[in-house]
C-alpha cells in the first residue's frame, strides 16, 4: 500500500535571486614547442673552439613571463567555437664547457607560440567574457647545441582558458549578517 510521505518541516529559506558567474566552458591545455634559438654573435668563437676540445652542454630555465603569459588573438562563437592566443616564455640560456662544465656564456632568448583550441563559446559571448592564463612553463635542452650558431631548445606551457559570464540565479537561501564578535569590550581602567 502507499505510504503518506510527512511534509517537510517549515523553512526559513526563501526564493533568492542572486549574480554570480556561469563558466560555460573550462579548459586546460598543454603545448610542447620547439624552437631552434641563435647563438649571439660575441658567443659563437667561444662555442665554436669548445665544440672542436669536448662539446657545449646547453641549460635553459624560464623566467617570469610579461603580465599572465598569454594574449587572445582571435574568438570564435560556436558549440564548439574557438579561441586562439599567443604565449611568451622568456629564458635564460647557459653555455657551459662539456668537461669542466665552466660557463662559457649565457644570454636571454624568448620564445614565442600560437595555439587554437575548440571550446564552447555560445552566440552573445565575446572576448571579454574569456580569461587566458599561463598556469606554468618550463624548458629543457634535450637536444642541446645542434651547430656553433643555433641550439635546440623544448618549451612546455600549460594554459587554462575560461569562458565565464555573469547570470541571474534563483535560489532557496536567507540572507545572512556578520556574526557578533563575542569579545567584550576593553575597559580602561586608569586610576
Same mark, same amino acid.
Not at 5 to 23: C, G, Q, R, T
Not at 161 to 189: D, H, L, T, W, Y
Given at each position: 500500500?502507499?505510504?503518506?510521505?510527512? =511534509? +517537510?518541516? +517549515?523553512? =526559513? @529559506?526563501?526564493?533568492?535571486?542572486?549574480?554570480?558567474?556561469?563558466?560555460?566552458?573550462?579548459?586546460?591545455?598543454?603545448?610542447?614547442?620547439?624552437?631552434? *634559438?641563435?647563438?649571439?654573435?660575441?658567443?659563437?668563437?667561444? &662555442?665554436? &673552439?669548445?665544440?672542436?676540445?669536448?662539446?657545449?652542454?646547453?641549460?635553459?630555465?624560464?623566467?617570469?613571463?610579461?603580465?599572465?603569459?598569454?594574449? @587572445?588573438?582571435?574568438?570564435?562563437?560556436?558549440?564548439?567555437?574557438?579561441?586562439?592566443?599567443?604565449? *611568451?616564455?622568456? /629564458?635564460?640560456?647557459? /653555455? @657551459?664547457?662539456?668537461?669542466? #662544465?665552466?660557463?662559457?656564456?649565457?644570454?636571454?632568448?624568448? &620564445?614565442?607560440?600560437?595555439?587554437?583550441?575548440?571550446?564552447? /563559446?555560445?552566440?552573445?559571448?565575446?572576448?571579454?567574457?574569456?580569461?587566458?592564463?599561463? @598556469?606554468?612553463?618550463?624548458?629543457?635542452? #634535450?637536444?642541446?647545441?645542434?651547430?656553433?650558431?643555433?641550439?635546440? *631548445?623544448?618549451?612546455?606551457?600549460?594554459?587554462?582558458?575560461?569562458?565565464?559570464?555573469?547570470?541571474?540565479?534563483? &535560489?532557496?537561501?536567507?540572507?545572512?549578517?556578520?556574526?557578533?564578535?563575542?569579545?567584550?569590550?576593553?575597559?580602561?581602567?586608569?586610576?
Amino acid at each position: 500500500m502507499g505510504s503518506i510521505i510527512p =511534509l +517537510p518541516p +517549515p523553512s =526559513l @529559506l526563501s526564493a533568492e535571486s542572486i549574480s554570480v558567474l556561469k563558466v560555460f566552458d573550462w579548459v586546460i591545455v598543454s603545448d610542447n614547442i620547439e624552437e631552434k *634559438i641563435l647563438i649571439p654573435e660575441e658567443c659563437r668563437s667561444i &662555442v665554436q &673552439v669548445a665544440l672542436l676540445n669536448g662539446g657545449v652542454e646547453v641549460k635553459c630555465k624560464t623566467e617570469e613571463s610579461p603580465g599572465n603569459g598569454l594574449t @587572445l588573438l582571435d574568438a570564435r562563437n560556436g558549440m564548439p567555437g574557438t579561441v586562439k592566443f599567443r604565449g *611568451i616564455i622568456p /629564458l635564460q640560456i647557459q /653555455l @657551459l664547457r662539456m668537461d669542466d #662544465h665552466s660557463e662559457l656564456c649565457s644570454f636571454e632568448a624568448t &620564445v614565442y607560440f600560437v595555439k587554437t583550441i575548440a571550446l564552447c /563559446l555560445p552566440e552573445g559571448l565575446n572576448s571579454s567574457n574569456i580569461r587566458c592564463s599561463l @598556469l606554468n612553463h618550463h624548458c629543457r635542452t #634535450h637536444t642541446g647545441i645542434i651547430t656553433d650558431r643555433q641550439i635546440s *631548445i623544448q618549451a612546455l606551457a600549460c594554459v587554462e582558458i575560461e569562458v565565464v559570464a555573469p547570470v541571474i540565479m534563483e &535560489v532557496m537561501g536567507k540572507f545572512c549578517f556578520p556574526r557578533e564578535s563575542g569579545i567584550a569590550p576593553i575597559q580602561n581602567n586608569r586610576g
